[in-house]
């Protein structure tokens, strides 16, 4: 079957540093994405893992083990404004991703 | 930056209707989705459309719904006969190709209120 599991919520202070992991059991893997989406908004990309490996993009990074089914999302250098839920997802084809339930994340001062 | 667009914002109908939901891809993208969002729940998906006919489609899309690609700048969704478990964001999205690197765009999405 297919499975995507993240955390249901996560805390962290502004400025710090904050791990989103991300774990999937699929029948196909042709790459992982990360979208984050505030309330009531649409998802908006944020990163693309196909190979094994860390992409940076500023202060966000991602990370994949496909032999572990395995991703993390690092966020750097927290701000206000990074609340929101992050969007693990999963595409099997070219055609459809296949989402985890997302990780809500508050920020704090 | 170009992005998708999606009318209406917002839908209030009662139950049994018909609903359109219509989508402007992105102009030079060739596949396009439907996602839908139930409140407090996880994006899922509904349709993928390519070439002018249904790629793939989930176990959500049932005969209620339909696809349509009119006029090669709108992509409609249409729910035929709405029911109460219809209420969701329904997220438009469009990808420039086939390779699966490639970043999928949502439009802003269609909140969908069956009543």
């Known amino acids: 079957g297919q499975n995507i599991d993240q955390p249901t919520e996560m805390t962290a202070t502004e400025g710090a540093i904050v791990q989103i992991n991300c774990t999937y059991q699929?029948?196909?893997?042709?790459?992982l994405f990360w979208y984050q989406q505030h309330a009531g908004e649409a998802p908006t990309f944020l990163s693309y893992n196909v190979l094994d490996g860390l992409e940076e993009k500023g202060r966000f990074s991602s990370f994949l083990s496909r032999s572990k089914g395995y991703s993390y999302l690092l966020l750097k250098e927290l701000q206000m404004k990074d609340s929101a839920s992050y969007l693990c997802a999963v595409t099997e084809s070219n055609y459809q991703l296949i989402w985890g339930a997302g990780t809500k994340l508050i920020i704090k001062p | 930056e170009p992005e998708v667009t999606q009318t209406p914002s917002h839908q209030v109908t009662q139950m049994g209707q018909e609903v359109i939901l219509r989508c402007v891809p992105i102009?030079?993208?060739?596949?396009f989705y439907w996602y839908r969002q139930i409140l407090g729940q996880k994006v899922e998906f509904l349709v993928s459309?390519?070439?002018?006919?249904?790629?793939?489609k989930s176990e959500i899309f049932d005969d209620q719904f339909s696809v349509e690609r009119p006029d090669g700048s709108n992509f409609t969704l249409k729910i035929r006969s709405t029911k109460l478990e219809d209420s969701a964001m329904y997220f438009c999205?469009?990808?420039?190709?086939?390779?699966?690197?490639?970043?999928?765009?949502f439009g802003e999405g269609s909140w969908l209120t069956v009543v």
């Open positions: 999205a469009s990808r420039i190709d086939s390779n699966s690197g490639n970043t999928i765009y």
């Open positions: 102009s030079n993208h060739l596949y």
């Open positions: 699929t029948s196909g893997f042709n790459g």
């Open positions: 459309f390519y070439n002018n006919e249904i790629s793939e």
